[in-house]
């Protein structure tokens, strides 16, 4: 058998990706699984984010089949700060997924926000294969999330917790990514300095629906910021902005961008799984 790049993804709209989003989030209805229903070799994708930690998994035909995610913030600027921690959880991720799939998950792929030090990418990996996973793949963060999107030309721009990346795509090629340190982290200090809450509290306050209209008067002005990073690093024009990272998921960020940059902007309806899910992707598969 040997590895080929396949591509029984649907092409680029909004429409599809959010209905391939849909189908990974029912999954998590499904208890168990037989490895007979599945088309195997798995892959598996490790998000080694700055809020969360996240595992998906597809089947050889680019199907969903399984994510789990635990909150950690384990990683700032692309630097691994709790490596033990990172492990410990990601291991957990791992087993809880073995059970339910009934099988080992022995191969992943990871990513990394762009330009990072090259001694912090293979800090990266190690945490990964430090829980039994071979690491057959490293990508760039923003570079999975055009991935899974199905973006060849326009700029992705991935909202972590500590960072705001930029990749400018042409003929689905990244022609070049910067990667910003602002992100979901600084709209929670925005958010405890109004509030007067303690920085986890403000975490959880920021989250619930009855406080949106509040929130997002408060980080307006962090969004703005964002959005005036991915304006001043657009060396070139471009049609389309496509919004992904768990610091995206607030209800009408993509308007703001809009307003302010003047382009296009999508906002795919769970932009937590976007970049886990491309990187998954990003492993060729298998001719059987």
């Known amino acids: ?18 209905e391939y989003l849909t189908r990974m989030e029912a999954t998590q ?11 195997l070799p798995l892959k598996v994708g490790v998000d080694l984010g700055t809020s969360n930690i996240v595992i998906t998994v597809l089947d050889n035909r680019n199907q969903p089949v399984a994510f789990a995610s635990w909150p950690a913030h384990v990683v700032r600027d692309g630097i691994v700060v709790g490596f033990m921690e990172a492990v410990n959880i990601l291991a957990e991720l791992k087993e809880a997924l073995e059970k339910r799939l009934g099988l080992t998950l022995t191969e992943a792929a990871t990513a990394i926000p762009p330009n990072i030090l090259p001694g912090n990418v293979k800090v990266i990996a190690n945490v990964v294969s430090a829980v039994g996973f071979r690491v057959v793949k490293v990508i ?11 973006v ?24 070049y990514s910067v990667d910003e340190p602002t992100g979901g982290t600084h709209m929670t200090l925005v958010v405890a300095g109004n509030t007067g809450l303690e920085f986890d509290q403000a975490e959880d306050y920021k989250v619930l629906p009855e406080n949106y209209s509040r929130v997002f008067t408060m ?15 657009l060396r070139e024009k471009v049609g389309a902005l496509y919004l992904a990272g768990g610091a995206s ?10 307003a302010y940059t003047g382009i296009k902007t999508y906002k795919p309806e769970n932009p937590l799984l976007v970049t886990p899910i491309g990187i998954a992707l990003s492993i060729p598969s298998v001719e059987v």
């Open 1 to 18: 058998m040997k590895r080929v790049a396949k591509k029984a993804y649907p092409p680029a709209s909004m429409e599809a990706v959010n």
């Open 219 to 233: 980080v307006h002005p962090v969004i703005e910021k964002m959005a005036e990073i991915t304006k001043s690093n």
């Open 29 to 39: 209805q499904i208890a168990s699984f037989s490895p007979t229903d599945l088309a």
């Open 140 to 150: 760039d963060e923003p570079e999975a999330a055009a991935l899974m999107m199905q």
């Open 152 to 175: 060849t030309d326009g700029a992705v721009v991935d909202i972590g917790g500590g960072t705001t990346g930029i990749s400018l795509l042409r003929a689905g090629k990244v022609v």
């Open 249 to 258: 998921c607030l209800k009408g960020i993509q308007d703001v961008f809009e």
